[in-house]
């Protein structure tokens, strides 16, 4: 397997997906503490965006590195990785 088209941003990855976990430790001490309901779903919306922005961001790299460089290099492969991305955009739109 090939390197990951987010490998040079991994470090900022991590990060973001760190303070999301935070995040949702967050939204169990708002549970926990009976934090009236809005808040909670605010919370959630929060955390919600948060792993959106993830899912877009790791889907902007794999285009742009690993289905552009399949279609540029005319790998056997490419019109599966053109595929792929359609079928994770759909389960983005989906989401």
Aim: aromatic share 4%.
């Amino acid at each position: 397997m090939g390197v990951a088209g987010y490998s040079m941003t991994k470090d900022d990855y991590l990060r973001r997906l760190r303070r999301i976990e935070g995040q949702v430790r967050g939204l169990q001490r708002l549970i926990e503490e009976d934090t009236y309901c809005i808040d909670v779903l605010t919370q959630i919306s929060a955390v919600t965006s948060a792993l959106q922005s993830v899912a877009v961001g790791l889907l902007d790299e794999h285009l742009h590195h690993c289905v552009s460089d399949a279609l540029s290099s005319g790998a056997p492969d490419a019109a599966a990785k053109v595929s792929e991305a359609t079928r994770a955009i759909e389960r983005l739109v989906k989401s």
